[in-house]
């Protein structure tokens, strides 16, 4: 086989394999995703926790202006499930119809939005399904 040969082969051998990616669309951010939301219920994972939060014990702020997120979180016992109190940025992107909340550029899981109910599901993710994930259910404040 000449040198030709083997650039060529090469060549759509790349093109075929960089083609056959799903592409990831940053969305714009969601409008109803603005505002403060108590965490009402964290369940899943692998002991199968499932855990009811008063309103107050856990919030997430979403600015979509500024792409954060204000995590208040004022259950200690919590923080290895859910972020500590601090400022995140986030982002959206949506596959096949699906949205995706990133969290620090970090995949955080499926994004569902429905009047005042926000559920995030860790076990459903960008590259197929997850295992042992936290669902996580909030109801909007304001």
Same mark, same amino acid.
């Given at each position: 086989?000449?040198?030709?040969?083997?650039?060529?082969?090469?060549?759509?051998?790349?093109?075929?394999?960089?083609?056959?990616?799903?592409?990831?669309?940053?969305?714009?951010?969601?409008?109803?995703?603005?505002?403060?939301?108590?965490?009402?219920?964290?369940?899943?994972?692998?002991?199968?926790?499932?855990?009811?939060?008063?309103?107050?014990?856990?919030?997430?702020?979403? =600015?979509?202006?500024?792409?954060?997120?204000?995590?208040? &979180? !004022? /259950?200690?016992?919590?923080? $290895?499930? +859910?972020?500590?109190? *601090?400022?995140?940025?986030?982002?959206?992107?949506?596959?096949?119809?699906?949205?995706?909340?990133?969290?620090? =550029?970090?995949?955080?899981?499926?994004?569902?939005?429905? &009047? !005042? /109910?926000?559920?995030?599901? $860790?076990? +459903?993710?960008?590259? *197929?399904?997850?295992?042992?994930?936290?669902?996580?259910?909030?109801?909007?404040?304001?």
């Amino acid at each position: 086989m000449n040198f030709k040969n083997l650039i060529s082969i090469l060549f759509f051998g790349l093109l075929l394999f960089t083609g056959c990616t799903e592409e990831a669309d940053i969305v714009p951010q969601d409008q109803s995703l603005n505002g403060t939301w108590n965490l009402k219920n964290l369940s899943g994972g692998f002991a199968g926790i499932n855990e009811n939060y008063s309103n107050g014990t856990i919030t997430w702020t979403f =600015n979509s202006q500024n792409q954060n997120i204000v995590v208040v &979180n !004022n /259950n200690e016992a919590s923080t $290895q499930f +859910i972020y500590d109190s *601090g400022t995140y940025n986030y982002s959206i992107i949506e596959i096949n119809n699906q949205k995706y909340l990133q969290i620090d =550029n970090g995949e955080y899981g499926g994004l569902n939005i429905s &009047n !005042n /109910n926000l559920v995030i599901d $860790q076990d +459903i993710i960008s590259n *197929g399904v997850g295992a042992d994930g936290f669902i996580l259910n909030f109801e909007k404040i304001n």
